[in-house]
T-cell receptor, first 114, second 114 residues
């Protein structure tokens, strides 16, 4: 059963251009939504966890700047800007937000820099 | 801060023989530990996670034992299968930051060619 949809599934991003990603939650029993990045060396790194509509957070990491927004109970967005190296962004969801929670990963969005 | 160390970047498996992947961690608290598996061109998914009551988690023939004295959570399987070839991540969750997993660098498991 698919818990998360992500779009687009991949995107070629011209250097200096921002891109907007969407993640749709298909099961409201897992309302804690997060973003993770996986770099070209396959290292996974947590970016954000946003629980409530209206929550926003920003973060700058080597190779990209991020702005995450919880739009609704079922939609999470991520704007990626100033990306210098390709990466894959995964949306995740979990049930309680607790430290024993399983993170369920979406299919991912692969970003490649032109 | 928290960290997870997976010392082997690459491990070869022989069908029918045991395989073990190492994982050690550093944490201020007493964290929960997880193993995630990522097959080629797929998203990571949970393989197993530690329990609070010292039970040994098992899934698909894999098991791992949390040893707090040595800060380790090694993954083992007594009889490997070719389909176990994948990228394996050890991760921990910090009590202070729900949903924010800290991942190790991953161990790639590939078949040992005769």
């Amino acid at each position: 059963v698919t818990l998360l949809e992500q779009n687009p599934r991949w995107r070629l991003v011209p250097r200096g251009q921002a891109v907007n990603l969407r993640c749709i939650l298909k099961n409201s029993q897992y309302p804690w939504m997060s973003w993770y990045q996986q770099d070209l060396q396959k290292q996974l790194q947590w970016l954000f966890t946003l629980r409530s509509p209206g929550d926003k957070e920003v973060k700058s990491l080597p190779g990209a700047d991020y702005l995450a927004t919880r739009v609704t109970d079922t939609e999470l967005r991520l704007q990626v800007a100033n990306m210098s190296q390709g990466r894959t962004l995964y949306c995740t969801c979990s049930e309680t937000g607790g430290d024993q929670d399983t993170q369920y990963f979406g299919p991912g969005t692969r970003l490649l820099v032109l | 801060g928290d960290s997870v160390t997976q010392t082997e970047g690459l491990v070869t498996l022989t069908e029918g023989l045991p395989v073990m992947l190492n994982c050690t961690y550093q944490s201020t608290y007493s964290p929960f530990l997880f193993w995630y598996v990522q097959h080629l061109n797929e998203a990571p998914k949970l393989l197993l996670k530690s329990f609070t009551d010292n039970k040994r988690p098992e899934h698909q023939g894999f098991h791992a034992t949390l040893h707090k004295s040595s800060s380790s959570f090694h993954l083992q399987k007594s009889s490997a299968q070719l389909s176990d070839s994948a990228l394996y991540y050890c991760a921990l969750s910090d009590r202070g930051f729900a949903s924010a997993l800290t991942f190790g660098s991953g161990t790639k498991v590939i078949p040992c060619l005769p």
